[in-house]
């Protein structure tokens, strides 16, 4: 009985060493990249470790036989099983995923380069002289997720309506440039990048159409200059709470109400939904060293695999988004906790918009009317916010014509998306 109970004992020893050598592989990488290491040399140091502390968890796992058989057995079954796990894991940690090429260019692309440093791409819609003052700009969500393509053709039917529409890639995602420091992304510097915008193509006032986590951009540039918005139309609005990257109650499959984008869960899952050796890598860096990250994994790279993920992943409605920002997903766009009490003195017109088929939650949806006094939720059915009803929802609002309101505190019959 006792030695059933040594052995256990070594058992569950050897097997909490085991689970905890991917902790200290990672950390030991993590260190040398803030001490300044090389990526090579960083993660080289830290796969030594992960080696060494598996191994001697394999040791405690497997006790050593009396006889001299037993003992060359014991040893042939902890190499191999030493060799097949460093092996798989070193190839997945050092060998770069495959990346696309980039992203051809959509009809009628152009670019901005901005005072705040930022060169991204857009397309204009409209004639020359718009029939209206106010130019219309839609911005994207994700963070990070843009189809410069599919939103030129959709909202170049609201340019047949007399509209100058602007539809850009935010920095960091689509056909926009990236930063070498994914540190410089973040909403101060949308915000900027959406006034420059706004100053750039010589506008008093614009119109904001924003979807997803474009919302919380929306929302933070009118909490900065309410006097340079006319209205604006948040739809599944998301990212009004304060939020950092990776949230605890992220899935594989996807996030949680409230988190901070759809990209996250690819930092510590790969396509199968098992983890990934180099996302996690990555996503242990940009904790201590964005720099670092972005050193070890390039904008290509990252933004292939998370695209691939993305698409791969079960969603509630159709998704058919490319050209996805790696980084500026990964890194986040955390709210300030100020946001909600600015939003509080904006008196814009500001319609909220609810598909029967939603990503985002209901409750972010009723976070956004609660915050902004003026804002109207509408609820749009079984349209999409590609359909021709979710249009005609936009040229009623932007006309200052009624929009029919949802007053109901929970969802309708009906609604397919978190609550």
């Known amino acids: 009985m006792a030695t059933f109970a040594r052995l256990a004992g070594r058992a569950v020893a050897g ?25 090579t040399v960083f993660a080289v140091t830290g796969l030594a470790v ?10 405690l796992c497997v006790p050593r036989p009396r006889v001299a058989w037993g003992r060359w057995t014991r040893a042939v079954v902890i190499l191999g099983v030493e060799a097949t796990v460093v092996w798989h894991v070193s190839g997945a940690t050092l060998r770069p995923a495959p990346a696309d090429a980039s992203l051809a260019p ?30 219309v700009v839609f911005l994207h969500g994700g963070p990070g997720v843009a189809d410069l393509a599919a939103s030129s053709a959709f909202f170049r039917k609201l340019a047949a309506d007399g509209y100058q529409v602007y539809v850009y890639d935010q920095l960091g995602a689509g056909r926009s440039a990236r930063l070498r420091d994914p540190r410089g992304y973040g909403l101060t510097r949308d915000v900027a990048d959406l006034e420059a915008i706004r100053q750039f ?47 605890a109650q992220a ?19 790969g396509r199968d939904g098992t983890p990934d050796p180099r996302l996690l890598a ?75 088929c939603d990503e985002q939650s209901w409750a972010s949806a009723k976070d956004f009317q609660r915050a902004l006094p003026s804002a109207t939720l509408a609820y749009l059915g079984a349209g999409t916010y590609r359909s021709e009803a979710y249009l005609g929802l936009l040229r009623a609002f932007l006309s200052g014509r009624s ?15 978190p609550p």
Not at 251 to 269: D, I, L, R, Y
Not at 284 to 306: I, K, M, N, Q, S
């Open 282 to 356: 990555v996503s242990t860096l940009l904790r201590v060293d964005p720099w670092a990250a972005h050193a070890f994994a390039g904008d290509r790279e990252l933004d292939a695999y998370l695209d691939l993920v993305r698409r791969q992943a079960p969603h509630p409605c159709p998704v058919a988004a490319t050209g996805s920002g790696g980084y500026v997903g990964l890194t986040g766009r955390a709210a300030p906790r100020s946001l909600r009490l600015s939003l509080t003195k904006v008196r814009v017109p500001v319609l909220l918009v609810k598909g029967q």
């Open 403 to 417: 929009v029919p309101a949802y007053e109901g505190q929970v969802p309708p019959t009906g609604y397919r998306g």
């Open 106 to 135: 959509v009809a009628g692309q152009r670019e901005w380069r901005l005072p705040t440093g930022s060169e991204l791409a857009y397309v204009r819609l409209g004639p020359k002289r718009a029939a209206r003052p106010d130019p």
């Open 201 to 247: 193509v010589g506008a008093k006032r614009l119109t904001l159409i924003a979807e997803d986590y474009g919302a919380q951009l929306a929302a933070a540039y009118l909490a900065a200059h309410p006097d340079r918005v006319v209205r604006a139309v948040l739809s599944s609005p998301a990212g009004l709470s304060p939020a950092g990257p990776l949230p």
């Open 251 to 269: 899935t594989p499959t996807g996030p949680s109400p409230g988190s901070s984008g759809k990209a996250e869960v690819a930092a510590v899952f």
């Open 50 to 59: 992960f080696a060494s502390v598996f191994f001697l968890g394999l040791l």
């Open 15 to 39: 097997a909490g060493v085991l689970a905890l050598s991917p902790v200290l592989g990672l950390a030991t990488l993590a260190g040398m990249a803030m001490v300044g290491a090389q990526p």
